[in-house]
């Protein structure tokens, strides 16, 4: 069965520091995978994606990830957070359906 | 409107009322959801629509009840409810071929409260 982990439900940055959320998965074939992110009050926002091809994945917003078959990772990153950056992020394995990590919620400081 | 969107935004109702949250994509996409979104739990897949055909259905109380009439309109009949049916129902949709993976598009949600 297909599985996402998020590790650590909520992670806190300093603004223009480098931003790390991190998520595995399992899975018996090359998944597709995705980056969601929720602001509060808001549905969820596709910031990037990975299907086939290239494994460094570029998001809107700054974010990046990169898909890791040997490591069964795809970690999202940002250089320099923002402030505005603030949100739930989740991530999510599509193989028939979208399965979503737990979510982890990415604080701020300035 | 643009994107997908879901009315109400808020809703509070009593275990005993009857309600219906309704969602409406303005994609062209043949693929609608349900998901149910509590605290502190990953989204949980409720319903899944495909070509206005109901294609899954995850073990979802009987109190819930989804109905998709046209590829553009998603509803979702409450009855009965209970205090733990409180949480963020998001709606979604995508444009599913079959052959290649494609994202959702999710609405903003109704934020439910069961009194």
């Known amino acids: 069965a297909q599985s996402v982990t998020q590790l650590g439900s909520h992670v806190s940055v300093s603004e223009g520091a480098l931003v790390l959320l991190r998520c595995n998965y399992s899975s018996s074939v090359p998944p597709y995978l995705f980056w969601y992110v929720q602001y509060p009050n808001q549905g969820l926002q596709l910031l990037l994606k990975y299907t086939t091809g290239a494994t460094l994945v570029k998001g809107i917003n700054g974010f990046e990830a990169e898909f890791k078959k040997s490591e069964t990772s795809f970690h999202l990153t940002k250089p320099s957070a923002h402030m505005s950056d603030a949100a739930e992020y989740f991530c999510a394995v599509k193989k028939g359906k979208l399965i979503f990590g737990q979510g982890t919620e990415l604080s701020v400081k300035p | 409107e643009t994107g997908v969107t879901q009315t109400p935004r808020h809703l509070v109702m009593g275990m005993t009322n009857k309600k219906s949250l309704k969602c409406e994509q303005h994609l062209g996409h043949n693929a609608m959801y349900w998901y149910k979104q509590s605290a502190k739990k990953p989204l949980e897949l409720m319903f899944v629509?495909?070509?206005?055909?109901?294609?899954e259905n995850n073990s979802v109380p009987s109190r819930f009840s989804p109905e998709c009439p046209n590829s553009s309109h998603l509803f979702l009949h409450l009855h009965t409810l209970q205090p733990e049916d409180s949480a963020l129902y998001l709606c979604a949709s995508s444009q599913e071929s079959g052959t290649r993976p494609t994202e959702q598009y999710f609405g903003p949600g109704t934020r439910l409260t069961v009194t």
């Open positions: 629509y495909s070509l206005e055909e109901r294609v």
